[in-house]
DNA sequence: GGATTGACGTGTC
DNA sequence: AGACACGCCAATC
């Protein structure tokens, strides 16, 4: 079965580290999709649905901002998550985002 | 199979 | 600096 590009965001939303964060757009480029950053958080959507837990929450907008927050759970969640792992979360927007950003270009 | 959608991104006003 | 508009691209209806 050729998996989606679903399934692809997935396996690579789960390999971001603790204590890190990335972007929709970031994602999408590893991918290879360039600008179809949408889909990744489209993806997400079915994330929750997702077999192995994905931590959605660590994924953000360009801009750090926690924009799908309410399709957690619990919109609080994510946040909450975040502050476990050490990342700083201000008014809904990650703190050093810059810093903790996380591109699998980059780092892989 | 065309139209709609959507947890985005970048540019412009 | 904040608000608005358009573009992308794949999945779903």
Not at 54 to 80: C, I, K, Q, W, Y
């Amino acid at each position: 079965m050729e998996q989606s590009f679903y399934d692809q965001v997935f396996e690579l939303v789960r390999l971001i580290p603790k204590g890190r964060v990335s972007s929709y757009g970031a994602i999408a480029r590893s991918l290879g999709a360039g600008g179809s950053a949408r889909m990744v958080g489209y993806a997400m959507s079915n994330a929750g649905l997702a077999h192995p837990k994905v931590p959605a929450h660590r994924v953000v907008n360009s801009s750090g901002l926690l924009t799908g927050r309410f399709h957690f759970s619990d919109p609080n969640d994510m946040e909450r998550l975040l502050a476990e792992e050490g990342v700083r979360v201000k008014n809904d927007k990650v703190v050093d985002f810059k810093k903790l950003m996380w591109d699998p270009l980059q780092e892989l």
